[in-house]
């Protein structure tokens, strides 16, 4: 029996394997693809060759090419390419931790209101400061919403203490609706800056620069190393608080580590790329259909699949729409409807049981 539970176990990672592949070049996939649509086609060849001289430094393999061609690969396109790609991976991350650790399917940075407070932060200083991008004001006022959602949604009548899976979202969309008074009045006040801070709130990954890469990178890497480290303790934790702790988690402790974490890693993404949302939600629900509950399985999984949606959303909003429209917009079309099926689904499921 034990021989056949590890070879169970074995196959189950095996197929995990071959997901992490095909998902791996996929998204390298659709970056090569990508960075070569837009206003200015370039063959999928110049593209590869370009980017595998800059890694290389054999700059003697573009001498055929034309000398705008490395300059619009790997000063405009890849890094806008490349930063949709690793917010989208953050977002999913931060997205799938939030669901196991308040016990609730519909957690998401953008449903939890996480978003709009980190927005506020970063229109304030756009606005108010002229800081124009500062992840520690966004982290800081991310986690006093999430802190808020929390006390406002606990239900202290339960017997453990916990909290109401119904009233977390609707806290937050109550606390989303504040913020957005906030949000609208300062971009009231904000004059001749109206026009970018709209579309940035919509969701924009225009102008992006190497800097962006490696900040977006840094930190979703490390929010993704945390998570994964405490993967088995959020499997317990799907048990429930009392379950976990009988078998040894503190969930204290790991609870305000990865709500920190989850916190951390949405404000850095919205500092980048404004609004967008329901990829937390989506690309969770969609990934556990392959990999199952296992957290240890789903969260690099849901980091490749993220990066494959919002690069895809961005692709299709910047070089296939006639008109580039905020990708927050094209999200928002396709999570909407999907949030409705899930809040539906819930609903069903309890008035069966």
């Known amino acids: 029996m034990t021989d056949r539970k590890r070879m ?42 370009i980017i595998i001289a800059k890694i290389s430094g054999h700059s003697a393999m573009l001498r055929e090419l034309d000398e705008l061609f490395p300059v619009i690969v790997m000063e405009v396109r ?10 989208g991976g953050g977002l999913a991350v931060s997205g799938a931790v939030f669901q196991v650790i308040l016990l609730n399917p519909l957690a998401d940075p953008y449903t939890l209101g996480a978003a709009f407070g980190a927005s ?3 229109l304030f200083n756009i606005t108010i400061l002229g800081v124009y991008t500062i992840p520690a004001f966004a982290f800081m006022e991310s986690v006093c919403t999430l802190a808020f959602v929390i006390a406002l949604s606990s239900d202290r009548v339960s017997l453990d203490g ?5 009233n977390l979202i609707l806290s937050g969309i109550i606390v989303a609706a504040i913020l957005s008074a906030g949000l609208s009045f300062l971009k009231y006040i904000a004059d001749e800056q109206v026009a970018i801070i709209i579309f940035w709130l919509m969701g924009s990954f225009a102008s992006k620069t190497w800097t962006d ?3 977006t990178l840094l930190f979703v890497c490390g929010g993704f190393s945390v998570s994964l480290f ?6 317990l934790m799907s048990l429930g608080d009392r379950s976990a702790a009988s078998l040894g988690v503190d969930t204290r402790k790991v609870t305000l580590i990865l709500l920190v974490t989850a916190s951390l890693v949405a404000a850095v993404c919205v500092s980048v790329s404004g609004i967008i949302g329901f990829v937390g939600l989506l690309v969770p629900h969609m990934m556990r259909s392959l990999t199952g509950p296992d957290n240890q399985r789903l969260l690099p999984v849901a980091l490749l ?11 299709i909003t910047r070089a296939v729409l006639p008109t580039e429209i905020p990708i927050g917009v094209l999200t928002a079309l396709i999570g909407g409807p999907f949030f409705c099926y899930i809040f539906r689904k819930r609903q069903m499921t309890g008035q069966r049981g």
């Open 8 to 49: 169970d176990k074995n196959r189950i990672w095996q197929a995990t394997g071959i997901q992490l592949l095909l998902l791996s070049v996929i998204l390298c996939g659709i970056v090569v693809v990508s960075t070569g649509m837009g206003y200015i086609k370039l063959p999928f060849t110049d593209v590869v060759k």
């Open 78 to 87: 890849l890094p806008r390419i490349l930063t949709a790609a690793i917010v």
């Open 120 to 122: 506020l932060a970063l």
């Open 162 to 166: 916990g909290l109401s899976s119904g």
């Open 213 to 215: 890469v490696t900040l």
């Open 230 to 235: 405490f993967a088995r303790d959020m499997n």
């Open 305 to 315: 699949a993220g990066g494959i949606l919002l690069l895809s959303a961005d692709t």
